[in-house]
């Protein structure tokens, strides 16, 4: 079977753990090309170590996705490295503050919550596309989250960004379909990523709010990043798919 990735370069934000970390270690053993970003240096070059140690391709650019000139800087690292960009995983994000919307929320938590999760992929976007386009096409894919297609009380502003993030999505796969630029969304559950043990606390023999959240999911557990990354790789892989926010939420959806 063909190898889609093979001598293909990718680039990945929010990828020094998590979702991210994974999807850059299986498109590496994929025979990639991975430029691994965030703002994280340690954990960013630790992952690449990691890719390199198993024999695979790998640079770390350190970059914060709410700034335009350090997504830029991101997108001509790419192509300074490894000569084009095919496709891209747009991944980086951060939880937000929970709370009431007519008590708890501010402009700062807002304005925090969508530099980074709107703001970051629709710069992402900009730089990533053109360069894209010089190749004759590719594919990109953006974090959504379940929370991108349902509510819950005390997330508002995750889940307003996240809905955003959707809106974007689509529109850019509307503009860039017929120029062979195909843009889809992974919409995750509940993963077990250090963002959900910052969420609802360490996985331990009684912690209600977990059980709460693995609850909330009819599979009755809490997700694995593998479970999500190989979802990334098909919606990078597969031709025609675009325009789509695929859920990968262990039926949370479905209710």
Request: glycine share 10%; charged share 15%; aromatic share 6%.
């Amino acid at each position: 079977m063909k190898n889609t990735f093979q001598n293909k370069v990718v680039l990945i934000t929010g990828a020094t753990s998590g979702i991210g970390a994974t999807v850059a270690h299986e498109l590496a053993a994929r025979r990639a090309k991975v430029v691994v970003s965030g703002r994280r240096t340690a954990e960013g070059e630790a992952v690449v170590k990691a890719i390199q140690d198993a024999g695979g391709l790998a640079a770390f650019f350190k970059a914060d996705t709410s700034k335009e000139a350090d997504v830029k800087a991101l997108v001509d690292f790419t192509v300074q490295t490894y000569g084009r960009l095919d496709y891209a995983f747009n991944n980086a994000g951060i939880e937000s503050t929970p709370g009431l919307t007519s008590e708890q929320q501010t402009e700062e938590n807002y304005r925090q919550t969508f530099d980074i999760n709107v703001l970051g992929v629709l710069l992402s976007l900009k730089y990533e596309l053109p360069v894209i386009l010089k190749n004759g096409g590719g594919a990109i894919v953006n974090t959504s989250s379940v929370l991108g297609q349902v509510g819950v009380a005390g997330m508002g502003v995750y889940t307003a960004s996240k809905h955003a993030v959707n809106g974007l999505t689509r529109t850019a796969a509307l503009e860039y379909a017929k120029q062979g630029v195909r843009v889809n969304a992974i919409a995750p559950g509940a993963i077990q990523t250090a963002m959900v043990n910052r969420f609802v606390g360490e996985q331990t023999v009684n912690n209600p709010n977990r059980d709460w959240l693995a609850g909330q999911h009819p599979v009755g557990r809490i997700g694995t990043t593998d479970e999500v990354a190989h979802a990334v790789i098909a919606l990078l892989e597969n031709p025609f798919i675009t325009g789509t926010v695929l859920t990968v939420d262990g039926g949370w959806t479905a209710q």
